[in-house]
């Protein structure tokens, strides 16, 4: 498998972490998050990767040539988004002339966790499995017993987004910004410029299955404010 890692953000909620670097060479216990995100796909055989980017691009890409001569065996690709942040969805189907030959990872890289990478598989005839959690803030994905993605909801404003009809009761669950992906999801990909991957899951949920994937125990720290990043530093020394 090939695996995609979004670094483009802004990383605003970071602040003043990111004054003079992007979110991605933010260090959490001396190791730059991108380097925590590599690091753990190497980890489970993955040796080819394509990473976007947009704040502080420059930075980014002298830090992957220096990360490239250090581990020869990996081909790593960089997605230029300079001249705009195209997001989520926007930013994969940039990225569709490396990903359409297998199943890949798409992790962002203001994630951190011990997730056993090598046990997650991508569901036969699935276009998507989403790495999830019970545990929620204020918003969520909405899956039924089958394990079927059937919505999306703002818990804070009530908003409700429905695709489908669901199989029993719905559970919300809390999206890790982890998930695996078959490429004929580009096929399906309508939207065009700037948009979010979620959009695309729920339109393409009413006719198609994407399935959740919960990561059970597993520790999970969403790394993108000051405060977020001292916990997880704390909990992973």
């Known amino acids: 498998m090939k695996a995609v890692i979004f670094a483009a953000g802004l990383g605003t909620r970071l602040y003043p972490y990111t004054k003079d670097r992007p979110k991605a060479l933010v260090e959490m216990n001396g190791k730059p998050m991108l380097e925590h995100c590599l690091d753990r796909f190497q980890a489970v055989g993955i040796r080819e990767f ?8 420059d930075l980014v890409e002298q830090w992957i040539d220096v990360y490239r001569s250090q581990h020869p065996a990996l081909n790593i690709l960089v997605s230029d988004e300079r001249d705009c942040l195209l997001e989520t969805g926007g930013g994969l189907k940039k990225m569709r002339p490396y990903l359409e030959d ?3 990872w798409v992790h962002n890289v203001d994630v951190w966790s011990d997730v056993d990478l090598a046990s997650i598989q991508l569901k036969p005839g699935s276009l998507a499995g989403l790495l999830v959690r019970p545990e929620v803030t204020d918003r969520c994905f909405l899956f ?3 394990g079927l993605l059937c919505g999306w909801e703002n818990i804070q404003t009530a908003a409700v987004r429905m695709a489908r009809e669901p199989i029993g009761e719905l559970r ?3 999206f890790t910004g982890m998930h695996v992906v078959s490429p004929a999801l580009f096929d399906k ?6 948009f979010s991957i979620t959009d695309v899951y729920l339109r393409l949920a009413a006719t198609n299955e994407i399935y959740a994937q919960d990561i059970g ?6 790394v993108g404010t000051p405060d977020q990043l001292k916990r997880a530093s704390m909990a992973c020394l």
């Open 50 to 57: 394509v990473i976007n980017v947009h704040a502080f691009a």
């Open 102 to 104: 297998a199943p890949f």
């Open 144 to 146: 039924d017993q089958a």
């Open 172 to 174: 919300r669950m809390g």
């Open 189 to 194: 990909m309508e939207e065009t410029g700037v």
């Open 217 to 222: 125990r597993a520790v999970w720290y969403d």
